[in-house]
């Protein structure tokens, strides 16, 4: 079903737990993962390149200034946006929305001063070779 095994998505845990932080209607998951909000890092499985929770959980905040257009005219290899903007993008969903959205393909623009408790940041560690 969806991305029941892969991501924490808007299920019956989130719905409960919403319940209680504000009159909000979600459509959800038909089951319960046991996170009404985040989950802990690697709860569920990793993607076909063995990378965990790159989606649902938490939106992923990026440095990148939003165009709505911008990839029509960027380069094919890691395009970083126009060099100023109103709105900055927010990729994939969280543990607050549905399965359509919770995928890292899927892009927003949000005003860098909106704070919400499914948006965040991915933090990530490069290991140094080994001597």
């Known amino acids: 079903l969806g991305g029941r095994d892969y991501a ?11 319940r209680g ?4 209607t979600i459509d959800i998951a038909p089951w319960d993962d046991g996170y009404g909000a985040t989950a802990p890092v690697g709860r569920f499985k990793p993607n076909a390149w063995g ?5 649902g959980n938490a939106c992923e905040w990026c440095r990148d200034w939003y165009d709505e257009n911008y990839y029509q005219h ?4 890691d395009p970083k946006g126009p060099r100023a903007g109103v709105y900055r993008v927010l990729r994939g969903g969280s543990w607050v929305r549905h399965a359509r959205v919770c995928r890292s393909a899927t892009r927003h623009s949000i005003a860098p001063t909106f704070r919400s408790v499914g ?6 560690l490069l290991e140094s070779p080994s001597d």
């Open 8 to 18: 924490n998505m808007a299920d019956e845990a989130a719905q409960r737990w919403i």
């Open 21 to 24: 932080y504000r009159d909000m």
């Open 51 to 55: 990378l965990y929770d790159m989606h």
């Open 74 to 77: 960027s380069t094919g290899f």
């Open 119 to 124: 948006r965040g940041f991915r933090v990530v």
